[in-house]
Each structure stands twice: as structure tokens, then as C-alpha cells.
Nanobody
């Protein structure tokens, strides 16, 4: 059974950084596409980025140049490094793979 567990969320000031983790079990992150999504209050869930099996990491225009996605195959974990955070990055961040969603981790950007 596939399980995805996000962590690393929290409160950060504008311009700050956070690194989110998505720990996977029941699947190997290096053999599957893993995606990050986010859902801001009152808004629909939106795609943030993907790390593909071949390592390709497309990102949404809204986060390009600020966010990066990586993975550690030994830890079976995918990361979302978020820099230069903005107020509008406030959301619950989810990882997704193989039709499985994690429960999310809340990121709040506030001064």
C-alpha cells in the first residue's frame, strides 16, 4: 500500500525559505513520477511541480526560479525547496504519486 507523508511546513516570513519532505512507502520515488500540489484557503488545488522518473523537474510558472524539487533515493523521499517565499505561497502542500495523496503540510507565509 502506497503511503506519502509530507512534513516541514510551518510559519515563515516573506523572503524566507522552507524545505518540505515527502516520505514514500510502498513505492520507490526513483521509479515513479512524484508531484507537488498546493491548496490555498478558498482556492482550488493547483499543481506546483513534478519530479519525473528520469529526473526532469518541471515547475509551475508561479514558482519557477524560487522552488526546486529533488529526491533522495536512499531515503525514498522527495523534497520541495522553497526560497524567496511570498504571502501568496501560503497553502497546504501535498505530494501525489500513483493516484495516492499525502495528507498535506501547512505553509504559512506571514510577517
Amino acid at each position: 500500500q502506497v503511503q506519502l507523508v509530507e512534513s516541514g511546513g510551518g510559519l515563515v516570513q516573506p523572503g524566507g525559505s522552507l524545505r518540505l519532505s515527502c516520505a514514500a512507502s510502498g513505492m520507490h520515488v526513483n521509479f515513479n513520477n512524484v508531484q507537488w500540489y498546493r491548496q490555498a484557503p478558498g482556492k482550488e488545488r493547483e499543481w506546483v511541480g513534478t519530479i519525473a522518473k528520469n529526473g526532469y523537474t518541471p515547475l509551475a510558472d508561479s514558482v519557477k526560479g524560487r522552488f526546486t524539487i529533488s529526491r533522495n533515493n536512499a531515503k525514498n523521499t522527495v523534497y520541495l525547496q522553497m526560497n524567496s517565499l511570498k504571502l501568496e505561497d501560503t497553502a497546504v502542500y501535498y505530494c501525489y504519486s500513483n493516484e495516492n495523496w499525502g495528507k498535506g503540510t501547512l505553509v504559512t507565509v506571514s510577517s
